[in-house]
């Protein structure tokens, strides 16, 4: 995969931070046993990918579960990015993308909030 826009690992997940500070904090302080890790590649050419149990799916059997964990590409972001600027922007879209899928969210309703 061609990188457009190099960034080190470092970098881009001081992105990761900063975008997960974006998040409203009444809406953070509700994010449950979530790990989140940035990796280099996807096998699958994606820019993220939620791997759980979303809250709205959570009953009271809910206990002693490994986090649910959320993966962000390094690799497949910069690709598709032309500056830097493009790369913080993925990254926040990314990053929301997949804590709302978390929280319950699907695809589609995703979409329809401009959330793609």
Not at 60 to 89: H, K, M, N, W
Not at 92 to 110: K, N, P, Q, S, Y
């Amino acid at each position: 995969m061609a990188v457009v826009v190099e960034l080190t690992r470092r970098e881009f997940e001081e992105l990761v931070a900063d975008a997960l500070d974006e998040i409203p904090p009444e809406l953070a302080g509700l994010i449950d046993n979530v790990v989140i890790t940035v990796q280099d590649e996807s096998p699958d050419g994606l820019l993220g990918l939620y791997e759980g149990i979303p809250l709205t799916e959570r009953g009271d059997s809910y206990f002693g579960v490994l986090p649910d964990q959320i993966f962000i590409y390094r690799a497949d972001i910069c690709a598709i990015c032309e500056t830097r600027e493009d790369v913080v922007e993925e990254v926040l879209i990314t990053v929301v993308h997949e804590i709302a899928h978390h929280f319950g969210i699907d695809d589609a309703r995703l979409h329809e909030l401009g959330w793609g």
